[in-house]
């Protein structure tokens, strides 16, 4: 088992920012993602990143505005979002995969979710 505790999340005007932290302890995992579902929505890829090397993805619609990082001796992941937009409100996730493949996909473990709110 993975625990996934994430933080950060709030209400920001539209150009603002946020940066989101998720702590994870337990097994030993090869990613980490963020996924954001916004109400009426389905669950959507933000952005990820293998724990143990420099690649990252992102979705087309964060791209040049999120980055996702980590601080690999707190065990923690981040992601910084600037020039937030209404249509970035969603309730956020991170999650963690075992496995290798394809960084949008096959999410082991999941947080609990943090709301953002980007009021315009």
């Known amino acids: 088992q993975v625990q996934l505790v994430e933080s950060g999340g709030g209400l920001v005007q539209a150009g603002g920012s946020l940066r989101l932290s998720c702590a994870a302890s337990?097994?030993?995992?090869?990613?980490m993602g963020w996924f954001r579902q916004a109400p009426g929505k389905e669950r959507e890829f933000v952005a990820a990143?293998?724990?143990?090397?420099?690649?990252?993805r992102y979705a087309d619609s964060v791209k040049g505005r999120f980055t996702i990082s980590r601080d690999n001796a707190k065990n923690t992941a981040y992601l910084q979002m600037n020039s937030l937009k209404p249509e970035d409100t969603a309730i956020y996730y991170c999650a963690v995969k075992r496995q290798y493949g394809d960084l949008a996909m096959r999410y082991d473990y999941w947080g609990q979710g943090t709301q953002v709110t980007v009021s315009s």
């Open positions: 990143m293998w724990w143990t090397s420099d690649y990252t």
């Open positions: 337990g097994r030993p995992f090869s990613g």
